[in-house]
């Protein structure tokens, strides 16, 4: 697997218009890949480690997925706006079906 440093050098020079969540010492590590779609190439964060990082910083596990799809999710900035992986387990899992 690349390193979060290695994909966000590759993303600096080769993508440069991506945009990465703040604050980027925290985030940063969450950071696993990049994604294409239609004119536009951006970071994949790690959805699991994102929500950990929100907790390390003082929320609950509730009041953190709150904030990731309101806030995370909900915050789309056009392009260059982050990717999110889906975690899914058995419940998820049922509502691509």
């Not at 703040?22 to 536009?40: H, K, M, Q």
Request: aromatic share 12%; glycine share 6%.
């Amino acid at each position: 697997m690349t390193s979060p440093e290695a994909i966000l050098a590759w993303a600096e020079e080769f993508s440069p218009e991506c945009l990465r969540l703040e604050p980027r010492e925290d985030f940063d590590p969450c950071v696993v890949g990049v994604v294409r779609r239609f004119n536009d190439t951006v970071l994949l964060y790690d959805t699991t480690k994102v929500l950990a990082v929100f907790v390390a910083q003082g929320m609950t596990e509730d009041e953190a997925e709150e904030h990731f799809e309101y806030n995370v999710i909900g915050g789309w900035l056009g392009a260059g706006t982050p990717a999110f992986t889906v975690p899914l387990d058995t419940d998820d899992a049922q509502q691509f079906e």
